[in-house]
């Protein structure tokens, strides 16, 4: 069990999402950055769609009422047990009736809590991920609160092994003495390098509203959230006005509306838009843009579909390779 001390600004369970019922009208959610959710869950044993903590920008504090085996990925957020920084990105163990405390993000902007069994709350259409709009899935279809109560499910396999050989002393955390590799760590800062492929309709724009896209920088507007990231920059124009019919959008589809101003769609975006699409972000960059906060800076890199494809495999290799490594040192 979880205590929540003190809650943080926005702190949500999530997954993968809720795939499969988007022609129902029902939005996808899950971890804005899937990347860090996952590497979250492969470090302390887990499949990798188990539910985790997601904390954007402030973190909450949090008493561990059993001992557990935890891991922090993403951004920053400063998090430490009385007083003395905990590790991200790799196991930890935390004794019982110990508190750890976030803060505000020094780096990124979202950092996820994956605990070994998972964090267990009602599956609602085949998802734990909470869509606070509509109020379904996760903790009571809400953010959490100081005072709420959660449950983690018994870590079996590997997520046992991991806590039964790091829980060996009486400290109240303890990390395992290794780190991922480097080349799977994001490159956090407030200026980023989107890799982006041509929407659907971007031939629809005039030349100087692509030549602005891809040589302009833009900036994150405060306005942003799960649903869709506001950014400002070179106004972008259709040659003429084109009536649209509605069309599926996906995480990262950048749709521009009547005033220029593109709009990135992201984790809790609507299922169907009508906008013109100048572009879509590729996946293997999704956690840069989860990591962007307001007034951030993007740039946009173009690369084809099979660039980006053979990006997603070297990526799925590196993964394989950490589950592989951990099944076999905690085997």
Known sequence: MITVMKSG????????????????????????????????????????????????????????????VISICGG???????????????????????????????????????????????????????YVKAKIGGFHGRALQTGDLLSIANPTGVSAAIKQRLGTNEEAFRAADWLI???????????????????????????????????EPFTVSSLSDRMGYRINGPALKLK???????????????????????????ADRQTTGGYPKIGQISSINFTKLAQAKAGDQLTFNEVTIIESQKLMAMQEMNLKELRAYISTKFR
């Open 9 to 68: 600004l926005q702190d949500t369970i999530q997954d993968t999402g809720r795939k499969g019922y988007q022609k129902f009208g029902v939005v996808v959610s899950g971890a804005m950055d899937p990347f860090s959710h996952r590497v979250a869950n492969l470090l302390v044993g887990n499949e990798g769609q188990e539910a985790t903590l997601e904390m954007t920008l402030v973190g909450p504090r949090l008493l561990f009422e059993k001992d557990v």
């Open 76 to 130: 920053d957020l400063q998090p430490k047990i009385a007083g003395v920084p905990v590790p991200m990105w790799k196991p930890v163990f935390i004794r019982k009736g110990s508190e750890l405390a976030f803060g505000a993000a020094v780096a990124g902007s979202r950092a996820y809590l994956a605990v070994a069994g998972g964090i267990d709350v009602p599956v609602v259409m085949n998802s734990r991920s909470t």
């Open 181 to 215: 590799a480097a080349k799977l760590l994001p490159n956090l800062s407030n200026r980023y390098v989107i890799r982006v492929m041509r929407g659907r309709q971007y031939d629809l724009f005039d030349g100087q509203s692509q030549n602005g896209f891809w040589n």
């Open 240 to 266: 003429e006005q084109t009536e649209m019919i509605s069309e599926t959008v996906t995480y990262g589809s950048i749709q521009v509306p009547t005033d220029g101003n593109p709009i990135i769609l992201a």
